[in-house]
């Protein structure tokens, strides 16, 4: 399987993560709100550039899909990819990455929807869970792509090389989901209650 191959698989699942995931539509402001969300997560991941793995990107995707749904956490994490890497390199990776973080955002959007105390328990938990699983999904890519030949020893092998950084994004993850979780749920959801429209059977402006 060529890394052409790999990539083009990977734009498509983007493809199909998204429609499954843009089930409604967004108003103005909630656009403009996930383009702002978007925007904050890739400068934070570029400041925080000189720390390997540690930025907090996946905990704003992560709060966003929580609060705002599966298509705002799909549409952060896609952008946080893509923006991020106009900065730190542009390459065969950030179609992973993009399909990586948007379905972090779509997962924190379906977490969301249950009805749990204490949330920002939950985002912690999620998050380390996260720092691996991006993790592993940007190791098969390496896998796939560089790797040969292709047995279950060199996926372990490349799994294994990552450990630290993965542990490494776990761990940021859990301490910008303590310093920032509680406070970010509270204000995402006061304006997802300002600007969320529900319309009602039967009643129309005429």
Excluded at 28 to 35: L, Q
Excluded at 114 to 130: G, Q
Aim: glycine letters at 10%; aromatic letters at 12%; one cysteine or more.
């Amino acid at each position: 399987m060529t890394s052409g191959l790999i990539m083009l698989l990977a734009g498509v699942a983007i493809v199909l993560v998204g429609y499954v995931a843009m089930t409604r539509k967004f108003t103005a402001r909630e656009i403009t709100a996930v383009a702002s969300i978007g925007a904050l997560s890739a400068a934070g991941r570029v400041i925080f550039a000189p720390i390997p793995s540690v930025q907090p990107s996946t905990v704003i995707v992560i709060l966003t899909g929580w609060v705002l749904g599966p298509a705002a956490g799909f549409a952060v994490g896609a952008t946080t990819a893509l923006v991020s890497n106009v900065f730190l390199g542009q390459g065969p990776w950030t179609v992973w990455q993009m399909l990586s973080w948007a379905s972090i955002g779509v997962g924190a959007g379906l977490l969301g929807r249950l009805s749990v105390p204490r949330p920002e328990r939950w985002v912690l938990v999620y998050s380390v869970i996260c720092g691996f699983t991006f993790g592993w999904a940007m190791d098969v890519w390496f896998w796939l792509s560089f790797v040969y030949p292709h047995t279950l020893a060199t996926l372990l092998a490349s799994i294994a090389a990552s450990l630290v950084f993965d542990t490494m994004h776990a761990i940021g993850n859990a301490l910008f989901s303590i310093a920032f979780a509680k406070r970010g749920l509270v204000l995402l959801e006061r304006f997802r209650r300002r600007t969320r429209v529900t319309y009602s059977p039967g009643v129309t402006g005429e």
